[in-house]
């Protein structure tokens, strides 16, 4: 690939990094879909993207058609090369071996003893070697294996999944709490291990929404879907994770 520039993202015209719209300061208070709902016991359920969530470090709908991180963080993204459609939960991001969802460094996201990375996704061409789902550049990630198997790492501790199928929408979750590092798909557990090392945080490169985050720029795309991105600075609980796969089941 050519035309790339440092922190994994094409270099658009005119833009360096940091200086697109990047999208990022609309919130304006509008928490998409996700309506505050009276569970039973009347018990509040918060937004799916809880923006006075502490933990919650990125949240991406790609509803209204928009790349936008509408956590509390309001990380940029800069998108190139996308199209949305119908996706797992309202609209989703619609990607392409050219298309590039990049997001600055930032130590919002260097997480260490506790983390949750969580997504639908829609493999729509097996990847070659591998497709990137979200890439903190070596600090932690979720990818897609030619072997259609979800993985989960952080560092060099890897967990995996159970080989998913193209052309569907499958939740995919990694939860480290510090001990444990466990992989769920569909909201039920597959896989653990055991890793009590912090994860690193030393990646400067920032991170991918699609792609592998490298040095050199984005690597490994995602041809396909993906929707409902969460990061989180907390290990989300078993019926928390089971709660947001069946949200479109
Ligand atoms: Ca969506
Ligand atoms: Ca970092």
Do not use: K
Not at 76 to 82: K, N, Q
Not at 90 to 114: F, K, M, Y
Request: charged share 15%.
């Amino acid at each position: 690939m050519t035309g790339l520039a440092a922190g994994c993202q094409f270099a658009p015209s005119g833009a360096g990094p940091g200086d697109g719209d990047g999208g990022g300061g609309d919130g304006g208070g509008d928490d998409g879909p996700a309506a505050i709902d009276a569970g039973r016991d009347g018990a509040v359920t918060p937004p799916f993207c809880d923006r006075d969530d502490l933990d919650l470090r990125l949240c991406v709908t790609f509803d209204g058609g928009a790349v936008v991180d509408q956590s509390g963080r309001d990380l940029a993204l800069a998108a190139t090369a996308v199209a949305f459609g119908p996706g797992a939960v309202g609209a989703a991001v619609q990607l392409t071996a050219s298309s590039v969802i990049h997001g600055a460094e930032t130590p919002a996201l260097d997480l260490t003893t506790a983390l949750t990375l969580e997504a639908f996704v829609r493999v729509a061409a097996t990847p070659s070697p591998r497709a990137g789902l979200i890439d903190n550049n070596a600090q932690y990630g979720m990818w897609v294996g030619a072997n259609m198997r979800p993985y989960c790492t952080i560092g060099s501790t890897t967990v995996s999944g159970p080989t998913i199928f193209a052309d569907r929408w499958t939740h995919v979750a990694c939860v480290f709490d510090g001990q444990t590092f466990r992989i769920f798909v569909d909201g039920a557990q597959f896989g653990s291990v055991n890793r009590t090392a912090p994860a690193p945080t030393g990646g400067q490169d920032g991170f991918n929404l699609g792609q592998d985050c490298t040095s050199s720029g984005a690597d490994d795309p995602l041809t396909g879907g993906l929707d409902e991105v969460r990061v989180w600075a907390s290990a989300r609980t078993p019926e928390q994770l089971a709660a947001a796969a069946a949200r479109r089941l």
